[in-house]
């Protein structure tokens, strides 16, 4: 997938467990869990959001676009 998500630097940078940010963000650590391996197939923008928030960062820091040969037209 093309989409990779980068929570795991982002949780180091802030120094930050993942069971205190899906605390934080109001969501289970097993759906943070299946967002952090890139095998989620959709996240609300309220959760991006919140998370953002509680990272203190943008959307682009946690969310990549990597160009794949699949992905090319």
Same mark, same amino acid.
């Given at each position: 997938? +093309?989409?990779?998500?980068n929570?795991?630097?982002m949780?180091a940078?802030?120094k930050?467990s993942s069971?205190?940010? =899906? =605390? *934080?963000? #109001?969501i %289970? @650590? =097993?759906?943070? $869990?299946?967002?952090k %391996? #890139?095998?989620a *197939?959709? !996240? *609300?923008? $309220?959760t991006l /959001?919140?998370?953002?928030? !509680?990272l =203190?960062c @943008? +959307? #682009?820091?946690?969310?990549?676009?990597?160009?794949?040969? /699949? $992905? @090319? +037209?």
């Amino acid at each position: 997938m +093309p989409i990779v998500v980068n929570l795991d630097v982002m949780l180091a940078r802030r120094k930050m467990s993942s069971g205190e940010l =899906a =605390a *934080r963000v #109001g969501i %289970t @650590q =097993a759906n943070l $869990s299946i967002l952090k %391996t #890139g095998k989620a *197939r959709a !996240v *609300r923008f $309220s959760t991006l /959001e919140e998370i953002c928030r !509680v990272l =203190a960062c @943008q +959307p #682009g820091d946690i969310l990549e676009f990597r160009e794949t040969e /699949e $992905s @090319q +037209p």
